[in-house]
C-alpha cells in the first residue's frame, strides 16, 4: 500500500493502518465478528507481528506482555470477547502500561452474528479506562493512532469501541508513514506486581488519571461541535453521529462525542447553553443520557428512542416526527431464507443422529448453534463460549442417571480451545458420566476460516505448533475418547449409543474439515432417479439446502450439493446416488 494517498477502506481495515503507522509491533487477537478483519489486515504488514490467540483473555495479556517489554501493541475481540479479557482488563488499569497499548472492542447492535447486544461502554466505565468511539474511516485511523499517544501520555492502556456499521462501512481515509517509538522495560515491582499493598497505593493514581482525562476530554480533538440551527441540538456519537448528520443536515447542532470515557462535563454544560432543547442519540443503554441528566440538564433521549437493537436513518427521522419515505413494496413477495447450515456442512449427520436417538443437547458458539433450526432442532441450550460443557456437568449431577444416558455436549474445536478445556477438566475432576462431543472441522467457522491451535497453522498459513485433541482430553484424565466421521451415519449412530451406556466421562471427536475449505476435494454432486423416489421425505429431514422437493420428487441442485452422501443414507429406495 503507498503512504500519503487517499484510499476507500473499511472500517476495520482503516483501524489496521492506523496500527501500522502509529509503529505496532505485537497484536494478539482472537477472531469475533465484527472485529475480526482487523487482525486480518494488519497480519498483510510483515513489520508487525500478529497471531490468533486461543481466547481474549490470552490475547489482552500477551499484548500486555509486549508493551511492558516496550514496543506499542494491541488486542482485539467482538463484545462478548471482552467478557472473557476482563479480568486483565481492570487490573491493567491500576498497572498502566509502559509503551501504548490499545484494546479494540467492536459491538454489535442487532445482534447480527452475536447471542447478546451488550453496551461496551460499561467496561469502560467500571474499568476506569479511557474509550475513544471513532464514526467513520478516517476517524477510525486518526483515532487510533491518537490513542497510543493517549496511552503513554496517560500510563493506561485505551479502549477503541467500534460497531457492526462502522466496522464494515467504507469511507475515505488518507494514509502516512510509519513511526516506530521504542521504549525501555525497567523494573519497577510497586507498578506492575499487583498484589494487594501494591495495588492499595495503585488505585488513587486511577482516579487521580480519570480526572485528568476528564479535564482532557473537555479540550479533546476527539468531541466537536458542529454548529447549525439553535432550535434544539443533539449529542451523539459512533454511527449515530452520520444517521442525526443525514436526517438533519446543518438544521440542528451536534455535539459529536468521539470520547465517550470519561466523557466531558463543561464542553456539555456550554453546549446544552446553546441550545433551545437538548437530545441524546445512543444506540443501546443511555450511557451519555444519564450524564447530561447527572448534570442538572434537562434532556431526552430513550423517550423517543429504544433501548433495543440498532439504529437507522428513518428510525431517528420517525422519533423526531419528520417524514419518511417507506419506499416502494415489491409486487412479489420474497420468500423467507432462515440460516441454515451448508451442504456438505459435517455437523448435519452427528446433529441428525443426536436427533434420532432423542438426545438431550447443550450447544456452544459457532456455526454448528444452527442446529438448533429445524429441521433439525436438535441443541436446546447455548449461553457463551465454552458452557456447554460446564452446564453439562451440573445438567447431570442433578438428573442423575436418566440424564446421563441421553445427554451430551457439543462444542467446536476452535471454541475448545477458547474455554472448552476448563468445562473437560471439571468432568474429569469431579467425574460425572458425561459425554462431549467436539466438533472438529479443522478451522474457526464463524468468522470466516481462521486458524486455531488445532489447525497447525498460524495467522498467515505458515506451519505452526498443532495440538492433538485425542493425546490433550487423555491427558485431561479422559480415558474414553472415540473419533466418528459424521458422514457415516451408522459409526456415529453406534458410537454415540455407546458412549452414553458406559458409566464414565467420555469424549467423541467428530472429525471431518468444513465443507466450505479450499483443499477440501469433494465428490461428484448427487442425483435423484425420480422414478425410484416415492417422495417419502426423508432425505429432507437433515435440512440440507442442496434438496428441495419438486412436483412430489426431490431435487438436488447441482451447484450446491458436495456430494457428501449423508442423504443417500436415509433414502430406503436407493433414489439418491452419484453419478
Request: a negative charge; proline letters at 5%.
Amino acid at each position: 500500500m503507498e503512504n500519503n494517498s487517499k484510499q476507500l477502506m473499511l472500517g476495520n481495515k482503516a483501524i489496521a493502518r492506523g496500527l501500522y503507522e502509529a509503529g505496532v509491533c505485537f497484536i494478539s487477537s482472537y477472531p469475533g465478528t465484527p472485529s475480526t478483519e482487523v487482525t486480518e489486515e494488519a497480519a498483510k504488514y510483515d513489520d508487525i507481528y500478529c497471531e490468533w490467540a486461543p481466547n481474549e483473555k490470552v490475547a489482552m495479556e500477551a499484548a500486555f506482555g509486549a508493551s511492558l517489554a516496550g514496543r506499542r501493541s494491541f488486542c482485539a475481540q467482538k463484545h462478548v470477547g471482552l467478557n472473557v479479557a476482563a479480568d486483565p482488563l481492570y487490573t491493567m488499569s491500576y498497572t498502566g502500561v509502559n509503551a501504548g497499548m490499545i484494546v479494540l472492542v467492536a459491538d454489535d447492535p442487532g445482534m447480527h452474528s452475536s447471542q447478546n447486544e451488550q453496551d461496551s461502554r460499561y467496561h469502560a466505565i467500571a474499568s476506569k479506562v479511557p474509550m475513544i468511539e471513532p464514526a467513520d474511516s478516517e476517524e477510525a485511523l486518526e483515532f487510533t493512532k491518537l490513542a497510543f499517544d493517549i496511552s503513554e501520555k496517560f500510563d493506561t492502556p485505551v479502549i477503541i469501541k467500534m460497531c457492526t456499521r462502522v466496522a464494515h462501512s467504507q469511507s475515505v481515509v488518507e494514509t502516512s508513514e510509519r513511526k516506530v517509538p521504542e521504549f525501555d522495560y525497567e523494573k519497577n515491582i510497586a507498578k506492575y506486581v499487583m498484589m494487594p499493598g501494591n495495588a492499595k497505593k495503585r488505585h488513587p493514581f486511577v482516579e487521580e488519571r480519570t480526572e485528568k482525562l476528564r479535564e482532557y476530554a473537555e479540550n479533546s480533538p476527539l468531541n466537536k461541535i458542529v454548529m447549525g440551527g439553535t432550535q434544539f441540538g443533539i449529542i451523539t456519537s459512533s454511527t449515530s453521529y452520520q444517521y442525526v448528520r443525514e436526517v438533519f443536515g446543518d438544521d440542528v447542532s451536534v455535539l459529536k462525542l468521539g470520547m465517550v470515557n470519561p466523557l466531558p462535563v463543561k464542553l456539555i454544560q456550554d453546549f446544552a447553553s446553546k441550545v433551545d432543547k437538548l437530545f441524546v442519540v445512543e444506540e443501546l443503554d443511555p450511557i451519555i443520557e444519564n450524564h447530561v441528566k447527572s448534570l442538572g440538564i434537562e434532556v431526552q433521549g430513550k423517550e423517543l428512542l429504544p433501548i433495543c437493537d440498532e439504529f437507522s436513518q428513518n428510525l431517528i427521522a420517525k422519533a423526531f416526527g419528520k417524514e419518511v419515505d417507506e419506499g416502494k413494496a415489491l409486487e412479489d413477495a420474497i420468500p423467507g431464507r432462515p440460516p441454515v447450515m451448508c451442504a456438505g456442512c459435517p455437523h448435519r449427520g452427528l446433529f441428525y443422529t443426536l436427533k434420532k436417538n432423542k438426545c438431550t443437547v447443550l450447544g456452544d458458539i459457532g456455526c454448528y448453534t444452527l442446529g438448533a433450526v429445524p429441521p433439525l432442532s436438535t441443541i436446546e441450550m447455548t449461553l457463551c463460549m465454552g458452557a456447554s460443557i460446564s452446564a453439562l456437568h451440573g445438567f447431570n449431577k442433578v438428573g442423575g442417571s436418566d440424564a446421563e444416558k441421553h445427554t451430551v455436549a457439543v462444542i467446536g474445536d476452535s471454541t475448545f480451545m477458547h474455554s472448552g478445556m476448563t468445562g473437560l477438566a471439571n468432568i474429569a475432576y469431579n467425574q460425572t458420566n458425561s459425554t462431549v462431543i467436539i466438533l472438529d472441522n479443522s478451522i474457526t467457522g464463524m468468522t470466516g476460516h481462521q486458524q486455531n491451535p488445532t489447525t497447525g497453522y498460524n495467522i498467515k498459513g505458515d506451519p505452526a505448533g498443532k495440538i492433538d485433541l485425542e493425546a490433550l482430553v487423555k491427558a485431561m484424565g479422559i480415558e474414553h475418547v472415540r473419533v466418528v466421521d459424521p458422514y457415516n451415519l451408522e459409526e456415529c449412530d453406534r458410537v454415540i449409543k455407546e458412549e452414553l451406556a458406559i458409566e464414565a466421562p467420555s469424549v467423541i471427536i467428530s472429525r471431518r474439515p468444513c465443507a466450505l475449505l479450499k483443499y477440501v476435494k469433494h465428490n461428484p454432486p448427487l442425483k435423484c432417479n425420480r422414478e425410484k423416489c416415492v417422495g417419502c421425505k426423508a432425505c429432507m429431514s437433515i435440512g440440507c439446502p442442496a434438496i428441495s422437493m419438486k412436483d412430489g420428487k426431490v431435487v438436488i441442485d447441482e451447484t450446491l450439493c458436495v456430494g457428501c452422501g449423508v442423504c443417500t443414507q436415509l433414502c430406503k429406495f436407493g433414489a439418491l446416488c452419484g453419478e
